[in-house]
């Protein structure tokens, strides 16, 4: 994917990591295939994907049948970040990316992204889109935490942490069944 995108831009690996502020190295060696791009950092995937001019999701879909969770919402997370919330917004209705999520029985990722639409609907006063009406009745069978809750509560071995987690959760998300407090501060 990426060697495809740097071939249709006419662009330099060196070029990508100059641009990208990635070392040289990285990008050589996630070019070459020596380093999988499941495994880099959601930043240094950020970098490259900001660079190339493309969505963190391609690059990652292309490495993966589905991506992890947790680097889906990360990747999310970095593209509100970028993007601002207006034009994240305006983004997300023309990509259609909630319904083809749903078609593609990737629920938590509709949901995810659905309760992010209302979410930033609501911060900005931004009338909600009725074209996910019936969507919004469903929810995931189960909770899903972040993994950094479960791991806390792994680690404690108590579920205090999955209790402060679900009572700081936004409502849109809870919704669906997804506990997330934190969709600004990403690194």
């Known amino acids: 994917m990426i060697n495809a995108m740097l071939q249709e831009k006419n662009m330099t690996k060196y070029r990508l990591a100059k ?5 040289y190295t990285t990008v050589n060696d996630i070019c070459s295939g020596r380093a999988d791009v499941r495994k880099c950092s959601a930043d240094t995937v950020y970098r490259i994907s900001k660079a190339l001019g493309i969505a963190m999701e391609n690059i990652i879909e292309s490495y993966y049948d589905r991506p992890d969770f ?3 919402k990360s990747a999310v997370c970095h593209q509100l970040k ?3 919330d207006n034009k ?4 997300l209705l023309k990509e259609n990316r909630i319904d083809d999520y749903y ?9 995810y992204l659905l309760a992010m639409l209302d979410y930033l609907c609501r911060e900005n006063e931004v009338p909600i889109c009725r074209d996910y009406s019936e969507l919004r009745k469903q929810k ?4 899903v935490y972040p993994s950094s809750v479960i791991t806390l509560s ?6 205090k942490a999955k209790r402060e987690a679900l009572k700081r959760a936004i409502p849109e998300f809870l919704r669906h069944n997804i ?8 690194i």
């Open 103 to 111: 078609d593609k029985k990737w629920y938590p990722e509709c949901f």
């Open 82 to 84: 970028e993007k601002g």
């Open 70 to 72: 947790e680097l889906f």
């Open 88 to 91: 994240f917004i305006i983004d």
């Open 140 to 143: 995931l069978s189960t909770l």
């Open 179 to 186: 506990v997330e407090s934190e969709i600004r501060n990403v």
């Open 19 to 23: 641009l990208s502020d990635v070392p």
């Open 154 to 159: 792994s680690a404690s071995k108590n579920d």
